[in-house]
């Protein structure tokens, strides 16, 4: 028998075919809510009077071109009686529904990245944050401003009732208070990026964070209470009725309901991540989750499930695997572990987890208060310390690995399976696709998996690592490979290194490499960040005005977005060029910009060679950055910056025109240690040999072969090594001459140390396919 302040499980609704990202309590039908999910749809949920007590599906809306990821209810006005439905996605977009139709009734165009939040105030108004580190203020189809202050992603909002009050949080950790668009106050306090924002009353509200703490905040700036039980990433928020209670979830796999300042109950549920909340009008709490389903809680015993359906969910629950990766249980030493004499003990509070060793297993229990018995939680597998080789299940099939990947300044999360015996290429391509992510992300990935699974077999746990997309959320030119684009895969395509259709034979997926790899990734809106603030400080005769910054800024975004009918300007490539000559020490943010805009065609065509002069110069500044003695940042992204010049025919025209000196310099760096600039520099080599590939210049393909061999004396990184292979490949195949060229300098003895390497698997299979080339 339940007590009566306990929540059981009302139903279980499914409809959504991914994961369900948003919730929001509908002004009509009554008791209805609405529904957001990856599957890029919304939906309208109304009760049912069958005797399960469940819910039905009594609109669908559709509209957006990429996952939604958040909804929020506009209060009816005389327009429109019944309300309006917001939903903001990763297509950057706002759609307004009404209950009449699928379609929107309008779209809301301005973000420049992912919707990630809305909320709905007075008169219509409505505020919106996005992944593009603003928030904006929308009103009668209109923006009426633009809330710009945070550095990283706006992943909350929240209209205050008092008129003209707003609040967003932010992956830089703080919330901010705005009042007729200015920022009055900001609120400090989260380690880590504020997920969620809740509003308690005219002076107090509640936030969430990666952090796993719930904070609660006066308006003045006061945080009078920090609540702690979650162990993970917390979502969500929603606060009952009474303004003092409220509910939470997150990446822990529990709704946890917490009143008079306690967490009285901690629901778990069999999805790994559970989104969002809402508490409906008769007090029932309604959850979304990784698994697709919504699900309904109740206290109100007439409402709970039918006894079969309560032990139905609490057997799937039980059947489920817990992931100590994920460090919500802790370290996991089998050997110290009671047997199940240890749960004969009650627990102390509601949702304790307590872990036990049943034969050679592990499982988990937690302390029910309201049933006054520990309940079976799941199976723990793949303990750092359990030298077993079970593994994590995951969409009912077993991997070494699990990992939970947080995209663009802390999320959305998703999962990544993966076995020790994958390829990490081909599982961060999978990955990429099944998300439908860009693949430019595809070395962040990879090189995230191998980085995270190095010298580790079954079962054992991954260590603790930044996320590869997020990282510290700073710009930072120089970092690892987490910020670069570039891929160096044969599965994937645009942005990323790619087969080619004219490769040779089924077998070899290598090699010749014709085509440029390029590379793409970056963050324009850090990039813009860090110019503005090294601005502030630059010597007054290099200090740029806002004219210029902007002008700047728009040609950033102009090659940045393919979709954009804006093409950059005379004028702006050429503000572009002069300040590329800013001092070295501040320099790095521009060449980003300009390692960015020679892709473009028209920028291509101007730097590289409108004027034959014009392309010589550019060539002879890059140089001048590479010198051995300079800054990393400027020799990564001036080496990064020639191979993007071979996306254009006429960058591509100049570099084989420059390209003895442009190689020089470029051999001079292989002294450097520093991995991004060995991978820079192998790819620029790669890009010099696909181009000469079936060409007759022997000379040049002499230079390619020594400079890739002197490369191969001091590289260590493998996916340098890796593309100088393929560069090695791409010279040498099908070229007599250069084939007895290359045994002339001792490639083969100097190669086949690689022909063993598995890890990657590509560069053990690249180095045999060269050497059978050569022999």
Same mark, same amino acid.
């Given at each position: 028998m339940a007590s009566p302040n306990s929540y059981k499980l009302s139903c279980s609704i499914p409809g959504h075919e991914m994961d369900v990202r948003g919730l929001a309590v509908a002004f009509f039908p009554d008791g209805a809510f609405t529904s957001v999910s990856r599957d890029r749809t919304g939906r309208?949920?109304?009760?049912? =009077?069958?005797?399960?007590?469940?819910?039905? @599906?009594? &609109?669908?809306?559709?509209?957006? @071109?990429?996952?939604? =990821?958040?909804?929020?209810?506009? +209060?009816?006005?005389?327009?429109?009686?019944?309300?309006?439905?917001?939903?903001?996605?990763?297509? &950057?977009?706002?759609?307004?529904?009404?209950?009449?139709?699928?379609?929107?009734?309008?779209?809301? !165009?301005? &973000? !420049?990245?992912?919707?990630?939040?809305?909320?709905s105030g007075k008169f219509g108004t409505l505020l919106s944050g996005s992944w593009d580190t603003t928030a904006k203020v929308w009103l009668n189809e209109k923006c009426m401003m633009t809330l710009q202050g945070h550095t990283a992603a706006v992943w909350a909002v929240v209209i205050l009732p008092e008129q003209g009050l707003m609040l967003s949080g932010s992956a830089d950790k703080t919330i901010k208070l705005w009042k007729a668009g200015r920022c009055e106050k900001t609120f400090t306090g989260h380690e880590d990026c504020v997920r969620g924002l809740a509003v308690v009353s005219d002076l107090e509200f509640l936030s969430c964070s990666n952090d796993a703490t719930i904070r609660r905040w006066l308006v003045t700036g006061e945080c009078v209470q920090v609540y702690y039980s979650h162990t993970n990433y917390i979502y969500s928020l929603a606060?009952?009725?009474?303004?003092?209670?409220?509910?939470?979830?997150? @990446?822990?796999?529990?709704?946890?309901?917490? !009143?008079?300042?306690?967490?009285?109950?901690?629901?778990?549920?069999? $999805?790994?991540?559970?989104?969002?909340?809402?508490?409906?009008?008769?007090?029932?709490? $309604?959850?979304?989750?990784?698994?697709?389903?919504?699900?309904?809680?109740?206290e109100v015993e007439d409402r709970m499930a039918n006894p079969q359906d309560l032990q139905a969910f609490e057997d799937e629950l039980s059947k489920t695997t817990i992931d100590p990766k994920t460090g919500d249980l802790g370290d996991i030493k089998m050997e110290d572990l009671p047997g199940r004499e240890h749960l004969e003990e009650p627990g102390n509070r509601d949702g304790q987890t307590r872990l036990i060793k049943e034969g050679q297993n592990v499982e988990a229990y937690q302390w029910s208060v309201a049933d006054s018995r520990w309940m079976k939680i799941g199976d723990v597998v793949g303990g750092s310390n359990q030298q077993t080789s079970k593994k994590v299940n995951y969409e009912g099939k077993e991997y070494d690995f699990v990992f939970t990947i947080d995209i663009n300044e802390g999320g959305p999360s998703m999962k990544l399976p993966y076995n020790v015996t994958d390829d990490p290429w081909l599982t961060a391509h999978n990955f990429l696709q099944k998300n439908e992510l860009s693949p430019m992300f595809l070395d962040q990935v990879a090189n995230f998996i191998i980085e995270n699974t190095k010298g580790h077999t079954l079962g054992a746990a991954a260590p603790s690592?930044?996320?590869?997309?997020?990282?510290?959320?700073?710009?930072?030119?120089?970092? +690892?490979?987490?910020?670069?684009?570039?891929? *160096?895969?044969?599965?994937?395509? @645009?942005? $990323?290194?790619?087969? $080619? *259709?004219?490769?040779?034979?089924?077998?070899?997926?290598?090699?010749? !490499?014709?085509?440029g790899v390029t590379f793409e990734q970056a963050n324009a809106t850090q990039i813009m960040a860090k110019l503005k603030e090294l601005n502030g400080g630059a010597p007054g005769e290099y200090r740029l005005s806002e004219e210029v910054l902007e002008s700047l800024e728009k040609l950033l975004v102009s090659v940045c977005n393919p979709c954009t009918t804006e093409q950059p300007t005379t004028e702006q490539i050429s503000l572009l060029w002069k300040t590329s000559h800013w001092p070295e020490d501040i320099v790095f943010p521009v060449l980003d910009i300009l390692r960015l805009a020679v892709r473009h065609p028209q920028v291509n065509d101007?730097?590289?060679?409108?004027?034959?002069?014009?392309?010589?110069?550019?060539c002879n500044h890059l140089l001048s950055l590479m010198k051995p003695q300079g800054r990393p940042a400027n020799q990564m992204l001036a080496l990064r910056t020639l191979c993007n010049c071979f996306s254009g025919w006429r960058g591509r025209a100049l570099l084989l025109a420059q390209r003895e000196a442009v190689l020089s310099h470029a051999a001079d760096l292989c002294s450097v240690c520093n991995k991004n600039i060995h991978i820079a520099l192998a790819t620029l080599v790669l890009n010099y040999a696909g181009s000469l590939h079936g060409q007759p210049d022997l000379e040049a393909k002499a230079q390619c072969l020594s400079v890739a061999s002197a490369a191969l004396e001091s590289v260590q990184d493998k996916e340098a090594v890796f593309r100088l292979l393929v560069a090695l490949g791409t010279t040498v195949a099908s070229d007599q001459t250069a084939q007895d060229l290359a045994k002339s300098l001792g490639v083969m003895s100097q190669i086949a140390k690689y022909t063993s390497v598995t890890d990657p698997a590509k560069v053990g299979e690249c180095c045999q396919l060269v050497l059978k080339e050569l022999q």
């Open positions: 309208v949920w109304v009760p049912n =009077s069958s005797p399960d007590r469940g819910f039905t @599906e009594m &609109h669908c809306m559709t509209g957006h @071109e990429n996952f939604v =990821s958040c909804v929020c209810i506009i +209060a009816p006005s005389d327009t429109y009686p019944r309300g309006l439905i917001a939903t903001g996605g990763n297509d &950057h977009n706002i759609c307004v529904f009404t209950l009449d139709q699928p379609q929107p009734l309008f779209t809301l !165009k301005g &973000h !420049k990245n992912t919707v990630c939040a809305l909320s606060v009952f009725p009474n303004g003092q209670d409220f509910v939470s979830t997150g @990446e822990d796999r529990t709704l946890r309901i917490w !009143k008079q300042g306690d967490c009285q109950q901690t629901i778990r549920l069999p $999805a790994q991540s559970v989104w969002c909340c809402c508490i409906l009008p008769n007090g029932d709490i $309604a959850v979304g989750a990784s698994d697709g389903l919504i699900r309904v809680f109740t690592a930044a996320d590869p997309f997020t990282g510290s959320g700073r710009y930072i030119p120089g970092a +690892a490979d987490n910020r670069a684009g570039f891929g *160096a895969d044969p599965f994937t395509g @645009e942005g $990323a290194y790619s087969s $080619a *259709a004219s490769r040779q034979t089924s077998t070899n997926i290598y090699f010749p !490499k014709t085509d101007s730097l590289c060679g409108g004027d034959a002069d014009d392309g010589v110069a550019l």
